[in-house]
């Protein structure tokens, strides 16, 4: 946990939340709840997909017990929250189903997490996955490479799923990263 103060930053005792091999941690903020919710591939649990709620208290955070979200690998994802449905959006590449783009909603509920069924946004090999809300249109917005090409598209959260437009092409090349 680190405080800021002015330009400064200054850090408490870090704290272990998989004590496994962990990829693609991703940190989003729940802000109803007062909770910050990791996401992440779990190498210690057959690369699962994997998230864990903590509680942030002084310069120390407290987690949970961490909740699978998909039973198979995962790569290239990446959390947002969206505070009007009051849900986490967890959007992976499924290397369970031909690497396709997939999207999870999450309610988290004291120091847990629960899923509802994973939505598939791109049926083709997508990579670096980077989801952000818009809270002007209340829309979940995806970034992805598809294949050679960069796309983005935009979904809603209603309940515990979410359902998506189209995707709109803005680079037709690769791209090594993507941040949204």
């Known amino acids: 946990v680190g405080t800021v103060s002015g330009d400064s930053i200054s850090f408490g005792t870090p704290v272990v939340f998989n004590s496994a091999n962990t990829n693609y941690p ?21 690369e699962y997909g994997t998230a864990i709620v903590g509680t942030v208290s002084g310069d120390y955070i407290n987690f949970g017990t961490p909740a699978v979200f998909y039973s198979g690998p995962t790569n290239h994802l990446s959390t947002t929250y969206d505070p009007v449905a009051q849900k986490v959006v967890i959007a992976y590449q499924d290397d369970g189903n031909s690497n396709y783009g997939t999207a999870i909603v999450g309610t988290v509920s004291g ?50 799923s979410v359902t998506f437009g189209s995707p709109v092409v803005f680079n037709s090349g690769n791209a090594s990263y993507m941040s949204s």
């Open 111 to 160: 120091d847990s997490i629960t899923f509802g069924s994973p939505t598939v946004f791109n049926n083709a090999t997508s990579g670096y996955i980077s989801p952000t809300y818009d809270p002007v249109s209340n829309k979940v917005v995806i970034a992805y490479m598809d294949s050679g090409y960069c796309a983005a598209i935009a979904g809603t959260v209603s309940g515990d």
């Open 26 to 46: 991703s940190t989003t903020y729940d802000s109803v709840n007062s909770k910050v919710v990791i996401a992440y591939k779990d190498r210690g649990n057959s």
